[in-house]
């Protein structure tokens, strides 16, 4: 009798273990589950599966990449049927691939298809002759190109160069097995005159036939390059820290580069693109940087959000200032919070002021609703949801003076809302870790070897200088 019990009461324990394993494995597949295993409730914003609603906004912007990929090199043209691109726009493509493949809107063949040709074309892209990649190339043949499409040397950018490097690590982390062939781009680049051992950029520019490098990067963008060079262990102490003053921005204070753009004709502005980058990449967190700078970091892009929000609530005009492009003259805008000494300023490339082409930018909405949940952000989603072409991808925005879209298709757009929906299914930011082992690290510890680039190794006290 007392065996019979006993294992009546060794069979309820086993079932009741069975049930609780069972309650809990569907737990961690839940989005409960998943909300605690990614440590979501350290980060800001909207988390969680996407809704039928967001996947088709995410296959809308999906569209624009297959539309505008050459099966040639596997570059993404920048603009809808325009074969031309930068190194920002590259970084944008590798991001927008790996959030496609993460929101499984491509399978496993197709990713490595993309991959493939793009590494394939990033290994043997042509240089200038001081090793740099140039501003602009031809998307159908690699080859140099200047903004008319017509082979040439530019010379180069650190910020656009920094957007690809931020690219190769998200791609590295989220699909290690490629490591090594990412790497190997990068390895080919001599960053001497692309960052100095202080961290501050450098842009290079022809000037009487020969390339020149100066200093580049103003308060938003400088920090955002400066981290992602950091995440490869270059210097960016200078960049990182630009100079800046406060302005006051209907009652709110917002920083603002303090070089006067009159003497060094470099327009200082403040939009959302780099703040949201940030956001959405390492939750202004980039490791190995200072607390105290990373708290500035998220303190001006809470700022930059409020006084949007409070445009809206006082004076109920939609704003989600971003830069973004035109097809028709000035051709490109920056549209600011605060622009060359004005809040709220509308300026082209030729620093003229173009009040009536303010616009609620589509990327900056994706970023925004992404990174903070409220009724603004709601509000701003609601008259950007349809801001789209279902067969070509998500247009520039909508005028804030009439409502009517800027129909201008472009890939860093298209590329935001994949990485805005990428964050939202991640639980959070893409980069929470940079790998300590990698053939990058490996191929720069051989001291008897070195590559003779200013590599991070190269830079280190007593370290052998090129």
């Not at 049927?81 to 493509?93: A, C, E, F, K």
């Not at 070509?392 to 129909?407: D, H, K, L, S």
Request: hydrophobic residues 40%; glycine residues 8%; contains cysteine.
């Amino acid at each position: 009798m007392l065996k019979t019990v006993s294992l009546i009461r060794l069979g309820l324990l086993l079932l009741i273990a069975v049930a609780i394993a069972l309650v809990f494995s569907s737990f961690q597949e839940s989005q409960g589950g998943r909300y605690l295993r990614s440590g979501a409730w350290h980060y800001p914003g909207r988390m969680g599966e996407l809704t039928a609603e967001e996947r088709q906004w995410a296959e809308v912007a999906w569209r624009y990449f297959k539309n505008n990929t050459q099966s040639g090199t596997g570059l993404i043209n920048a603009s809808d049927n325009r074969p031309v691109t930068n190194l920002w726009q590259i970084g944008d493509s590798l991001i927008a691939l790996t959030a496609a493949r993460q929101l499984a809107l491509i399978d496993e063949v197709e990713f490595d298809d993309r991959l493939t040709r793009l590494l394939a074309t990033l290994n043997q892209l042509p240089l200038t002759n001081l090793k740099t990649p140039n501003l602009l190339y031809n998307t159908s043949n690699a080859t140099m190109v200047n903004y008319s499409n017509k082979p040439a040397i530019l010379g180069w950018s650190a910020q656009d160069i920094a957007r690809l490097m931020t690219g190769l690590r998200i791609v590295a982390l989220w699909h290690p097995a490629y490591s090594e062939y990412l790497d190997r781009v990068i390895m080919r680049w001599n960053f001497c005159n692309v960052v100095d051992d202080k961290g501050q950029l450098l842009r290079g520019g022809m000037r009487d036939g020969k390339l020149m490098p100066q200093p580049e990067g103003r308060l938003g963008y400088s920090e955002y390059g400066a981290a992602a060079l950091s995440l490869w262990g270059f210097p960016s102490a200078r960049s990182v820290t630009p100079p800046y003053q406060s302005v006051i921005v209907d009652g709110i204070a917002i920083d603002v580069d303090a070089r006067d753009p009159r003497t060094t004709y470099t327009p200082a502005v403040v939009t959302n693109t780099p703040y949201v980058l940030g956001g959405l990449e390492y939750a202004w967190q980039t490791p190995g940087q200072d607390a105290t700078l990373l708290t500035m970091q998220q303190k001006r892009a809470q700022n930059i959000y409020r006084v949007q929000e409070q445009r809206w609530q006082k004076e109920k005009v939609l704003t989600a200032r971003d830069e973004f492009n035109l097809n028709a003259e000035p051709w490109h805008i920056y549209d600011t919070i605060f622009g060359n000494g004005y809040a709220w300023n509308t300026l082209g490339d030729n620093g003229n002021y173009y009040p009536t082409r303010a616009l609620v930018s589509t990327r900056a909405v994706f970023g925004l609703w992404v990174l903070w949940k409220s009724d603004f952000t709601d509000a701003l989603m609601t008259m950007t949801r349809l801001t789209r072409d279902n067969q070509r991808g998500w247009y520039e925005g909508r005028f804030e003076a009439t409502g009517g879209y800027n129909r201008m298709i472009t890939l860093t757009t298209n590329a935001m809302v994949l990485e805005a929906l990428f964050y939202k299914h991640n639980y959070g930011p893409l980069i929470r870790s940079v790998p300590q082992e990698s053939y990058f690290n490996t191929r720069l510890s051989d001291v008897f070897n070195p590559p003779r680039l200013c590599m991070p190794q190269e830079r280190k006290p007593g370290g052998q200088q090129p």
